[in-house]
């Protein structure tokens, strides 16, 4: 490591401002290789391109600095103050930026590919494009940032901050947002398959046209959150909360939703064929022209649902609650109703051929 003394950085710095202004006909393009710049004062420096591979910039102070397509791979830039320092395009892999202040800063199209940014202040951040594969984003505050069309494959985001962050089209396919605060975060068209969001805070989350195929959803909060027409192939989202979701025209098939509380959620022309419904909270929930075919149903509480125009052929519908279900039109062909609480439910128009009903209660209420 190098130490540089103050004049000399001074005019390293100034020499590489006139590189830049000349487009290189004048000056020298700063190299700051395993330079030692441990804490130094670099408050608007202008180090657009810079070389700073290994550098040694913790606590440094690089507030509103120019670090626009700089070279960072592998520098130390921990507990470093970069507030709204311009990092666009800059190369920053398997850089160390734990506990860094990023906030309000331009990282659009950063790379920074296997970077430590545990712990990481990231508020309204702009990271659209950016590649952070592998990246250590775990307990980060990444309040209101941008990641549109990020790359987060793989990245571990355990108990991150992203309430009310921009996540669109963003790719999170196995990354671990185990425990993440996504409250209110736009996740719409993003890829999060075979995620880990276990535990995580959804509330109000749209998640429209997402891919959640084989995610692991188990006691996530959903509540209120948007997942019309994504994809939740095989997820599992066992005792998920769902209260009021909308998942209306969602690919559902073969979902683990067993225990899962669903009441007054829409599932409206869903595909749920061949999903595990056991024990589900589905009170009021909207299941028009929805598919059920061959589903689990087992226990579950429908009572007051919407299932006019249901498709539940062959579906396990025992010890059930449709105590006052719409079933209009739905068809129930062979499917298993033994011991289910029909009581004042429709059915006109309802198919049940072949449908078991011994034990069912069909009796109007007294």
Not at 279 to 288: P, Q, S, T, V
Not at 318 to 326: C, E, N, Q, S, T
């Amino acid at each position: 490591m190098t130490k540089i003394p103050f004049e000399t950085l001074n005019e390293i710095i100034e020499n590489h401002r006139l590189w830049l202004d000349s487009n290189g006909k004048d000056g020298v393009q700063a190299n700051l290789r395993r330079a030692s710049l441990r804490g130094a004062d670099l408050r608007q420096a202008n180090l657009g391109q810079a070389i700073l591979i290994q550098a040694d910039l913790c606590k440094a102070n690089l507030s509103e600095a120019n670090l626009k397509e700089a070279d960072l791979n592998q520098a130390d830039l921990s507990k470093a103050d970069l507030n709204r320092a311009n990092l666009s395009s800059a190369l920053i892999c398997e850089a160390r930026l734990r506990e860094a202040n990023l906030g309000q800063e331009n990282l659009g199209r950063a790379i920074l590919i296997q970077a430590d940014l545990c712990k990481a202040i990231l508020c309204q951040v702009n990271l659209e494009q950016a590649n952070l594969i592998l990246s250590d984003l775990g307990l980060a505050d990444l309040r209101e940032a941008n990641l549109s069309g990020a790359k987060l494959d793989r990245a571990n985001l355990h108990q991150a901050n992203l309430s009310q962050a921009i996540l669109f089209e963003a790719d999170l396919r196995s990354a671990k947002l185990s425990q993440a605060n996504l409250n209110k975060a736009d996740l719409s068209n993003a890829i999060l398959y075979g995620a880990d969001l276990q535990e995580a805070d959804l509330i109000q989350a749209n998640l429209g046209g997402a891919d959640l195929s084989e995610a692991e959803l188990t006691g996530a909060n959903l509540q209120g959150a948007v997942l019309r027409e994504a994809s939740l192939c095989d997820a599992n989202l066992h005792g998920a909360e769902l209260r009021e979701a909308d998942l209306s025209r969602a690919d559902l098939r073969g979902t683990d939703l067993r225990w899962a509380d669903l009441t007054m959620a829409d599932l409206s022309l869903a595909d749920l064929s061949e999903a595990n419904l056991g024990g589900a909270k589905l009170h009021r929930a909207n299941l028009h022209q929805s598919n059920l075919g061959k589903a689990s149903l087992f226990e579950a509480d429908l009572s007051d649902a919407k299932l006019s125009g249901a498709d539940l052929q062959e579906a396990d519908l025992k010890l059930a609650i449709f105590r006052g279900a719409d079933l209009s039109g739905a068809d129930l062909s062979g499917a298993n109703l033994s011991e289910a609480d029909l009581r004042e439910a429709n059915l006109q128009g309802t198919n049940l051929s072949g449908t078991i009903l011994s034990g069912a209660n069909l009796d109007p209420e007294p």
